[in-house]
């Protein structure tokens, strides 16, 4: 009998899973793996737009991408850089000229809906400069506002580079 009634559970369950309502996180959301979600396509130009931007060496360009807020926040190794103005400033002083800048791509990124005015993206980035190549990881939490799709929180972490301790 208590076999029998943790069947029917366990069926229930799954049921519930596949209806989308499970009361997690994303039920009743599109599977990003498995159907596009509009916003996703927006998202995605933007990161490419914002990619040609860093390519040609325009961090203004670049920078059209975050939200034009003292609230904008920039996470990295070197701590948390708070507000659209100081992360601009932050990749002017990184990246002073397009020697500095490199070329970028991303790679393995992934767009996530949170609700219809929120996601976030798990990615990649390489840059290639003439003499290194650094890479790393990054989440990058997004906003849907009358302008479109805006970085409101960017978490960027890099790979210690070959050869090194790994404590830059």
Avoid at 52 to 66: C, Q
Avoid at 69 to 95: C, K, L, M, P
Avoid at 149 to 167: L, N, Q, Y
């Amino acid at each position: 009998m208590l076999q029998a009634i943790r069947v029917t559970a366990l069926i229930l369950f799954l049921a519930a899973l596949s209806l989308g309502v499970s009361g997690g996180r994303h039920a009743g959301l599109a599977s990003p793996a498995t159907t596009t979600w509009a916003g996703e396509a927006q998202i995605r130009e933007l990161l490419d737009t914002q990619t040609a931007a860093w390519n040609r060496g325009d961090v203004d360009a670049f920078m059209a991408g975050y939200w034009k807020s003292d609230q904008t926040e920039f996470v990295g190794a070197n701590g948390i850089t708070r507000g659209w103005q100081a992360v601009h400033d932050r990749y002017v002083r990184n990246y002073p000229d397009s020697k500095a800048m490199g070329r970028l791509t991303f790679s393995n990124l992934e767009v996530h809906p949170v609700c219809a005015n929120a996601a976030y993206a798990i990615g990649q980035f390489q840059l290639e400069r003439e003499h290194d190549r650094p890479a790393g990881i990054f989440t990058l939490n997004f906003r849907k506002f009358p302008e479109g799709w805006r970085i409101v929180a960017d978490h960027t972490t890099a790979f210690p580079e070959a050869g090194s301790s790994g404590s830059h």
